[in-house]
Every structure is written in structure tokens, then in C-alpha cells.
């Protein structure tokens, strides 16, 4: 196999995982709703599924058919909704005084596989307390956080 068709492999496998990590994308906004959020271990489960599935899809979906077309234009529109998405989900700012503000408490202790891969940024004193009270840490975890509470100078949960 020559370079260029080696390259031109793996731009199909990114294109076809991002096609399908676009649909986590924007069923975050979805899930917000309900106080839920895609970790980041289905974000690679889900990428790793379009990438292994890229040659094939490729395949079916190259031709000059009407359907083939409709599928390839949905997957650009959905690919181009998701980057406006995870723009959105990375910049947006996080609100620690809502109902849902004890979904960001793990994000808030640093990235990790089983948490969402979006920022969240410095907890407010009130995010602090909330997730104190309404987070389940592992120990060494809650420990982290008591540390980073009294280096923000907020007061003890």
C-alpha cells in the first residue's frame, strides 16, 4: 500500500468518527436537561466505532445515488452542528448555582475517562459546598477538594 492511500485511509477514519462522535455532541445539549452529560470514554468508544467502521460505510455511501447523497450531506450538516456544539460545550460557562450544578463536581477535581470531556473551570464557594455535600468523591478525591476549597479561601463544607 502505497503513502497516499494510506493517507487517504486515515482521513476517511476521522471523518467517519467525528461524524459519529457529532451525534454525543449534540445530544449534550439534550442531556443538560435532564442533569446528564456523555463521559469521555463514550466520546472514544463512540469515535473508535465510526473509525472501524469508516472503510465500509465509504463504500456504501460513495455512489450517485440520491440516498448516498442525502447520507453524505447529513453527515456534513451534522459534523458542521457539532463543531458549533463542542465550541459551545468547551466555552460556554458553567453555572454553579442551578439544580444540575453537582454534574460538574468531577469535571471540577481535573479530566478523567469516566467524566465529560468538556472544561468547567474554578468552582464558585457555593459550587464547592454543593459538591461537597452532593458529589460522591472517593476519599483521596475529597481530600483534594478540602485542599483546593482552602486554597480559593473559601470556608470548610
Not at 449534540?26 to 470514554?41: D, K, P, V
Not at 463543531?83 to 458553567?94: D, K, Q
Amino acid at each position: 500500500m502505497s503513502k497516499h492511500v494510506d493517507k487517504n485511509v486515515m482521513i476517511v477514519r476521522l471523518k467517519w468518527a467525528w461524524v459519529f462522535v457529532s451525534g454525543l455532541v449534540l445530544t449534550n445539549f439534550f442531556l443538560s436537561f435532564f442533569c446528564g452529560n456523555w463521559s469521555l470514554f463514550v466520546y472514544l468508544i463512540v469515535g473508535g466505532l465510526g473509525a472501524w467502521r469508516a472503510e465500509s460505510l465509504q463504500k456504501r455511501f460513495s455512489g450517485d445515488s440520491w440516498f448516498a447523497k442525502l447520507v453524505r450531506a447529513g453527515a456534513a450538516l451534522l459534523a458542521v452542528a457539532s463543531f458549533a456544539g463542542f465550541i459551545g460545550l468547551s466555552l460556554m460557562p458553567v453555572r454553579w448555582d442551578t439544580k444540575c450544578s453537582w454534574r460538574y463536581c468531577g469535571r471540577a477535581m481535573g479530566p478523567g475517562l469516566f467524566k465529560s470531556p468538556f472544561p468547567v473551570g474554578t468552582p464558585t464557594c457555593r459550587g464547592w459546598s454543593v459538591c461537597a455535600n452532593e458529589y460522591q468523591y472517593s476519599s483521596a478525591e475529597y481530600s483534594e477538594m478540602l485542599k483546593q476549597i482552602e486554597a480559593q479561601g473559601c470556608p470548610a463544607p
